[in-house]
Each structure stands twice: as C-alpha cells, then as structure tokens.
C-alpha cells in the first residue's frame, strides 16, 4: 500500500533533520524534487505576494490556497508543508480548511496564532489570540483530518509579541491539544532556538527565512539542536526575482538579451523538466489507438 502524504513526511524527518524549500510554482516544485530535497513548503507569504502581488495580511482566500496546494502536489512525488495562516476563521472555519487541504494532498497543514488581521512573522505590530481560542482550533483540525497521519503544525508566533517564555508554554498546550509538531516563529538567536528544543519534545520547524529576526543558522547546527525541520520559505523566490530584475536592466540597457543567455534554463532543460518526451509518446500512442480502430 502506497504511504500517504503524511506518513511519508513522518518517515523521513523520523530518519534525520530535513531542508525544506519553499515552492513558488509546479515548475519550482518539479525542480526541487530533480535536486533532491525530501519535502517542499507552500508559504502563506509567498502565495500571497508571488501569485496575487499582495502583502502577507492573510488576504488570500482558502480556494486560492487549495488550488495553489492541487498545482503543487500533482507536480511531483515529495509530501507538502502548506501554511494555513490563521485557518480563515475560527473552529468551524478551521474544519472546512483541514478537510479542503487533506483532500488536495497535502502532508502537513500549518496553523498560527496571530489574530486578525494578521501580519508577516518577523515583522512588528502582531497580536496573538489567547491560547485556549488557538487549542480550540488544533482540536478542530484534529477532529476534521480523516487520515491521522496528516500532520498538524501549531505555530506560535508570542516570541515576538510577548516573551519566549510565553512561547514555550503555549507551545506545550498546543501539543497538549493536539498539535503535532512546533514551529516557533522569530526566535532571536541561537541560544533561544536551544532552549526551545530543551523544552519542548516534539518535532520542530526552525524558520531560516532571510532579513527577519532570526540568524541564519546552519542544517547542522539545527540538527544538533534537535529541529526536524529547516525551512527556507521564500528563498527561491528571492533569488529568482533578483535575477529577474538584473535581467530586466540588461535587456533594457543592451537591447537584446544575448548577454544573459547562459544564466538561462535551456529549452531542453526545461522540456526534460516537464518530461515533454513522455507527452509526445502518449499522444502518439493515442493516434495509432484511433488508427488502429
């Protein structure tokens, strides 16, 4: 029998501390895959900005989520991280989003708990609802997944806001409510991403996202610390949109893009991508099937 998507993420982090891009695209999806990475992301962040150019205020929709999630999951093979925000609403809310993101096949659905309207992680200005309103909400996701394997990620962003004091015990009435694993958002340094993992057991998500408020910290030095984890959210998109932006003023300043043709993804490597051999000999196969009739 065929593990299931959460089962899948459960085995792997069971076998050692992973990296954990995250996917703007199907194609970006397809390519993290090629390159050997064992899981992907789908951050709340970057859908709102890479697909609608809008600000992480959760201004996306649970049908813009999903179908995002449908795109990626369908492109490969590797168990998906989806970033849920807040769960667009309360319990009954929360339900209706666990039961649309399972059925789209996800590994792993990431709820937080900020309250509306929310805002970036690493940035000032958030506010947290209380702790049992956010356990009301796991005990909602629990009861609404129909696999138990799909796992559930109780994000507590109080570092921030109030002390990572408070951090660490919402993070243990989250488990306590049926969170699986943790993710502590903006830890400010290393000695606070130890103390966190000295207290809390459970799987861990340590968030290496760029320009925030946490240090950069290596695969290792995570995975000495004990996080499951090591995600890297938006990383692709930055990279990929400074390199658009470079490329812009090229073509402007040059008139022609002949300079930059070898910082491009050929078209064979983008046809080997999209396994476009295998279309034409299925589409071939379907014409003789007719000729042959």
């Not at 049908?63 to 492109?75: I, N």
Request: charged fraction near 25%; proline fraction near 4%.
């Amino acid at each position: 029998m065929t593990s299931s998507p959460g089962r899948l993420l459960r085995d792997t982090i069971a076998e050692g501390t992973i990296q954990v891009p995250g996917a703007t695209s199907a194609l970006v999806a397809r390519l993290i895959e090629q390159a050997g990475y064992e899981a992907m992301y789908l951050s709340g962040a970057s859908l709102s900005s890479n697909v609608l150019a809008l600000p992480d205020v959760g201004l996306f929709t649970l049908t813009e989520l999903v179908q995002q999630a449908a795109y990626l999951t369908r492109s490969n093979n590797l168990p998906l991280i989806v970033d849920a925000d807040t769960g667009f609403g309360e319990a009954l809310n929360v339900e209706r989003t666990v039961i649309e993101l399972e059925a789209a096949g996800v590994a792993a659905i990431q709820l937080e708990d900020q309250q509306l309207p929310k805002r970036c992680g690493h940035l000032g200005g958030k506010s947290l609802v209380e702790p049992a309103a956010f356990c009301a909400k796991l005990r909602a996701a629990a009861t609404a997944r129909i696999n138990p394997d799909l796992v559930l990620i109780g994000r507590t962003d109080a570092r921030g806001v109030t002390s990572l004091d408070d951090a660490i015990d919402r993070a243990k009435q989250y488990l306590k409510a049926g969170a699986d694993w943790i993710f502590p958002e903006a830890l400010a340094s290393k000695e606070e991403f130890e103390r966190f993992a000295s207290e809390i057991k459970a799987p861990l998500i340590a968030n290496m996202t760029e320009f925030g408020k946490s240090p950069l910290l290596t695969l290792d030095e995570l995975s000495d610390l004990g996080y499951a984890v090591v995600l890297y959210p938006v990383t692709l998109q930055r990279v990929a949109m400074k390199a658009i932006e470079a490329s812009l003023a090229v073509i402007a300043a040059e008139g022609t893009q002949e300079g930059i043709l070898d910082l491009m993804q050929t078209r064979e490597e983008l046809y080997d991508l999209l396994d476009y051999a295998v279309y034409e000999e299925r589409d071939k196969a379907n014409a003789q099937g007719e000729r042959g009739e």
